[in-house]
């Protein structure tokens, strides 16, 4: 069913190419890239050891941690190498329960082989 909303565009206020320190507002914490889900995917890190990933990672599907469609899979595998390297042990996906490192980095391993 197609949505008959219309929304105005908008113009960004911060553009994030890499990371963004947010110390300023959040002890500890950065706003990470993580394309490959959709261009201007990005993910909050705190201390870490915690992320919210938005679509970068799903856990509905079983057996899969891998989002319904991705616009761009080698810089999603590539966004999933940088939360594998973030030091962070648990991940907050938009859609479903909490993962664990162990879970991405198995998950990273099974998809790079293909």
Do not use: Q
């Not at 105005?8 to 963004?20: A, F, G, H, L, T």
Request: hydrophobic content about 35%; some cysteine; aromatic content about 10%.
């Amino acid at each position: 069913m197609l949505s008959k909303s219309r929304y105005k565009p908008v113009s960004s206020d911060i553009v994030v190419s890499d990371e963004y320190d947010l110390d300023r507002y959040i002890p500890h914490a950065k706003i990470i890239s993580t394309p490959g889900h959709t261009a201007g995917s990005i993910s909050l890190v705190i201390k870490n050891e915690v992320a919210f990933v938005g679509d970068t990672l799903f856990n509905v599907i079983p057996g899969t941690i891998f989002p319904p469609f991705a616009d761009d899979v080698p810089k999603l595998l590539k966004s999933w190498e940088v939360l594998i390297d973030s030091g962070c042990r648990t991940f907050y996906p938009g859609h479903g329960r909490p993962l664990t490192f162990k879970k991405l980095k198995d998950s990273y391993g099974k998809m790079i082989k293909k």
